[in-house]
């Protein structure tokens, strides 16, 4: 019998579920086309457990087909110093026991940095999935991670140009820099044919108005905490948002963290919020911004894909919006991801209310065009394993 290459792969944060998903499908699909005698992939599927609650995490294992983990290491929340320590003390033991002959890594989340970080002093190569990524602005912890996960990472997979010139700049040979394209793609590609699926409008039923037989709504996320920590920003945040859902009803679903913030403020009242049944908890007759529990993958692309408008400060909702079409207003003042403000739909608006209504209003003018940027057409992890078979992998 040949060698086995062992792969672990690493997945710890909700925005990392649908990254690992296309990769998982493609070794497998990568093993059955081999013969009983040529070198299969053996991969470990490692959680790292910072997203832990059922609504952030195991539906999304359920519905990306994801396998059950081999390996949870159950870190849970802390500060970020104390919850990316507790990711590399337990991963290093995994790393230890496991010998793995790569270590697979997706996005900017402290798991990421965390594992990266314990494979590249363990001489084990680590694979980069969503390389080269830059908002330029150190003040978000994912900037950090970004840049030190891209400088111990011995494979760079970057999802467009603009990336592998912030690589380059930054002094990493070109040699390990691979434009793939974008691996989110991939599995919003092979949920899209089943977003009908969802029974998400016929529980919003009653909630949301109809037009010419049409619920018409934008949707809005926010958990960062440039705008969810400071009070004054969040409270200003939510009135505007509170003032546009007079002219279109707001979906918010809500991040834990930022309905911890929400409370810990005392703005509750500003939202309508809405129980796991969908059925208002509180009334009140100002505005029509609706909190829900956070939703699984299914339910939320099904919302996006026919949303009027997305407001959101989520990094992959500028780059799914992008694909699908749909007006997104970013409430942020800069973007690591450019690619979808220069041919996407995405729109920078910062979170001064006055930029944000602007916004609104040449969003719903239906004057928001897109182009779906190169290499973005769901076959990401195949060009991924392609690379990472067919190359000798050694530091
Ligand atoms: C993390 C990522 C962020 C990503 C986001 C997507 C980092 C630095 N941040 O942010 O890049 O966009 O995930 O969601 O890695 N909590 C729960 N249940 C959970 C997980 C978290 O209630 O399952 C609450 C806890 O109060 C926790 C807080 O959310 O303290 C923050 O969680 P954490 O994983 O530290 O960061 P996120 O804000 O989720």
């Known amino acids: 019998m040949a060698d086995k290459l062992k792969w672990i792969l690493v997945a710890g944060a909700r925005p990392n579920f649908m990254k690992i998903a296309p990769l998982i499908k493609e070794i497998e699909r990568y093993n059955t086309s081999k013969k009983v005698t040529e070198q299969k992939i053996t991969p470990l599927l490692v959680h790292t457990g910072q997203h832990y609650d059922k609504g952030l995490s195991k539906v999304f294992f359920d519905e990306l087909n994801i396998p059950k983990p081999d390996v949870n290491l159950g870190v849970g929340s802390g500060s970020h110093g104390e919850q990316t320590g507790k990711i590399m003390i337990s991963f290093e033991k995994v790393a230890i026991e496991h010998k793995p002959d790569l270590v697979i890594v997706v996005g900017d989340v402290n798991s990421t940095i965390a594992c990266a970080l314990v494979s590249a002093k363990l001489c084990i190569p680590v694979a980069h999935v969503e390389a080269g990524l830059r908002s330029f602005d150190r003040s978000m912890p994912e900037e950090i991670n970004r840049i030190l996960t891209d400088r111990i990472s011995d494979y760079l997979f970057t999802p467009s140009e603009d990336a592998n010139k912030n690589l380059l700049n930054e002094g990493i040979p ?139 400060d989520s990094g992959g909702i500028q780059e799914e919006s992008t694909v699908m079409g749909i007006p997104c207003i970013t409430l942020r003042e800069n973007t690591e991801r450019p690619v979808t403000v220069q041919h996407g739909t995405n729109i920078l608006a910062g979170t001064d209310p006055e930029k944000i209504r602007e916004a609104f209003v040449y969003a719903m003018s239906n004057s928001v065009q897109t182009k779906i940027p190169e290499l973005w057409d769901g076959k990401t992890a195949k060009r991924i394993v392609t690379i990472l078979t067919s190359s000798q992998i050694q530091r």
């Open 174 to 312: 070109v040699e390990k820099i691979f434009l793939v394209g974008n691996i989110m793609v991939d599995s919003l590609m092979s949920i899209l044919p089943y977003v009908q699926k969802s029974g998400i409008f016929s529980r919003l039923n009653g909630i949301l108005p109809q037009k010419d037989a049409i619920q018409e709504y934008a949707l809005l996320t926010l958990h960062r905490p440039s705008n969810v920590d400071d009070k004054k920003t969040l409270n200003r945040e939510l009135g505007c948002l509170g003032a546009i859902s007079k002219s279109i009803p707001i979906l918010f679903p809500v991040h834990p963290r930022t309905k911890k913030q929400i409370q810990a403020f005392g703005l509750e009242k500003k939202i309508i919020w809405l129980n796991d049944e969908f059925q208002p908890l509180n009334h009140q007759n100002k505005n029509y911004l609706y909190g829900l529990p956070p939703l699984g993958y299914l339910d939320f692309m099904a919302l996006m894909n026919r949303a009027k408008v997305i407001f959101t």
